[in-house]
């Protein structure tokens, strides 16, 4: 038997993940559920869902902190439900790593399912591996080895953690070297066609931070202004 998608609700007004709890599981989800911070956390300590709704403002750690403690260790999706509608708060959100971002005034419950099941889809195309590049088992750059059958990366022989999106993105890039992709293209082609195409950029600034020697002088990932980005590096 297939094991339902779970998802974990977190928001301190209990109306509200009452009514996301009906909903998500009237659409054939398995639903966890906290009102703070910290029973998220434990939660999460305890549980792997398949996707996690924050509320931004929280007893205790806060949406933001849960959110930074999770891609920590993992890259579960995360939509961010809040009340907040500054512009700065959902940046900070994006930068975080979140996924997604809606603001409870202007969304409704049916919304946010669908939001849901857009991640969850995004999120199983980030692990698939495209056609062309099923003949590509190992991509060797010298100090930059890609083994893409042990879905690992490896500077100078040392094992670098990276989440499964991260990981997608340097394999697309690192596939065609000298080809510039817009972020739009990269978007699409491991987020789907929703979402704020900036978290390419959040992307590619943390592969920076673990690939380059200087992420401020990138060797590998480099911009191509008005364009986007391209991979440089010779195969062995």
Request: charged share 30%; hydrophobic share 40%; aromatic share 6%.
């Amino acid at each position: 038997m297939t094991r339902r998608p779970r998802v974990l609700v977190a928001d301190d007004e209990a109306a509200i993940v009452t009514l996301l709890r009906d909903f998500l599981e009237g659409e054939g989800f398995g639903v966890l559920t906290a009102q703070d911070g910290a029973e998220a956390l434990s939660l999460l300590g305890r549980e792997t869902p398949d996707c996690v709704v924050l509320d931004v403002m929280m007893p205790g750690p806060s949406g933001f902190d849960v959110c930074r403690q999770i891609r920590a260790t993992a890259d579960v999706p995360i939509l961010f439900l809040t009340a907040r509608e500054d512009a700065s708060d959902k940046i900070r959100g994006f930068r975080l790593g979140a996924d997604d971002y809606v603001v409870k005034a202007t969304a409704t419950p049916e919304e946010v399912v669908e939001r849901v099941k857009a991640l969850l889809r995004r999120a199983g195309r980030a692990g698939s591996r495209p056609q062309e590049m099923m003949d590509e088992d190992l991509l060797d750059f010298g100090r930059l080895v890609i083994d893409i059958r042990a879905h690992e990366v490896r500077i100078d022989g040392v094992p670098v953690p990276m989440p499964a999106r991260e990981f997608a993105l340097l394999h697309l890039l690192a596939a065609h070297p000298r080809q510039a992709f817009s972020r739009a293209q990269l978007f699409t082609q491991l987020w789907g066609e929703y979402g704020d195409e900036s978290t390419v950029t959040t992307h590619v600034r943390r592969l920076r931070e673990k690939i380059e020697q200087d992420p401020t002088d990138p060797r590998y990932i480099v911009t191509v202004w008005g364009v986007g980005y391209r991979f440089e590096g010779e195969r062995r």
